[in-house]
């Protein structure tokens, strides 16, 4: 009789797991419930405002604005043939999908413990969505990207994108791999240390000029040789500078700069993901 119940059984709750665990299989038979995050995120974000999701296309445009007053007109940075709003646009665009998956899984398991500790649903499925809703926020503003780049050209700036273009899909890989891991990291520490969430904002706002973001990485190399070498080992930097090259025809690429970014992105998914499923075992009690 018992054997013929345990037959029935779908899920089994043991003490054991494997150190990486991403199952696929759960992940699929929710696929419901992470549509319903995924469309929960994008209606809620800028509900009850004014402009609602008019500042998908605001933020980036005055944010591209802002740095090419003052990294462009005052500190006369140069961005070669390429407008210097369109320069700062391409990397305002990749910058943002990382840096809002990362904030955005940053705080998974705080923001969620009321959830976490009344049903169960694979708890991987809180930062899925929320990279899968910012890549929704980055087809938008990659889209002002691509009008404001043919107003540019049919004003008679003579630029055009490469066949390095073909590698997007590989490069929002990447930023969505290292802002996920990374984000996954942070979200285990801030269950224990709340302080980290306040961080996260701050370290992000700093580490968008340590990547490149509004000035070319030759500039640096030119300028401050010395110490140049900590921009160039970032692997976002290599995703900024490979963006602009593959969208704009400048900027830097090299194979080595794409493989090492892929396998660092790679890597901090695979610890990001240890760190989250050895945390949820015993978040609740800490949170």
């Not at 445009?61 to 740095?67: L, N, Q, V």
């Not at 994108?161 to 520490?189: E, K, Q």
């Not at 269950?191 to 700093?206: I, M």
Request: hydrophobic share 50%; glycine share 6%.
């Amino acid at each position: 009789m018992n054997e013929a119940n345990n037959s029935d059984w779908l899920y089994e709750i043991t003490p054991k797991r494997k150190l990486i665990d991403l199952n696929f299989k759960e992940i699929w038979r929710y696929k419901d419930l992470l549509i319903l995050f995924v469309k929960r995120n994008i209606v809620t974000v800028y509900k009850q405002t004014i402009l609602g999701p008019l500042w998908y296309f605001i933020q980036p445009m005055f944010t591209a604005i802002t740095f090419t007053l003052v990294f462009n007109n005052i500190a006369n940075i140069p961005t070669g043939d390429v407008p210097p709003f369109l320069f700062n646009l391409a990397g305002i665009t990749a910058w943002n999908y990382f840096s809002q998956c990362l904030t955005g899984t940053s705080d998974t398991f705080r923001a969620n413990a009321g959830l976490f500790g009344k049903v169960y649903f694979p708890r991987v499925i809180m930062p899925l969505s929320n990279v899968i809703t910012n890549l929704f926020k980055f087809g938008i503003q990659f889209g002002v990207l691509v009008i404001t780049y043919l107003y540019v050209v049919w004003s008679g700036v003579d630029i055009s994108p490469n066949l390095n273009l073909l590698l997007l899909p590989v490069y929002v890989l990447m930023m969505a791999l290292i802002g996920l891991g990374l984000g996954m990291i942070i979200s285990a520490f801030t269950t224990k240390y709340r302080d980290l969430t306040v961080l996260v904002g701050f370290a992000t706002s700093l580490l968008l000029y340590f990547s490149a973001v509004p000035y070319p990485l030759k500039e640096v190399k030119n300028k401050m040789p010395d110490y140049a070498w900590i921009v160039e080992y970032n692997p976002l930097t290599h995703i900024i500078e490979g963006f602009r090259y593959m969208v704009l025809d400048t900027g830097t690429f090299t194979w080595f700069g794409f493989s090492y970014t892929l396998v660092t992105a790679i890597l901090l998914f695979l610890i990001g993901l240890i760190v989250f499923n050895r945390t949820e075992k015993n978040f609740i009690d800490t949170v």
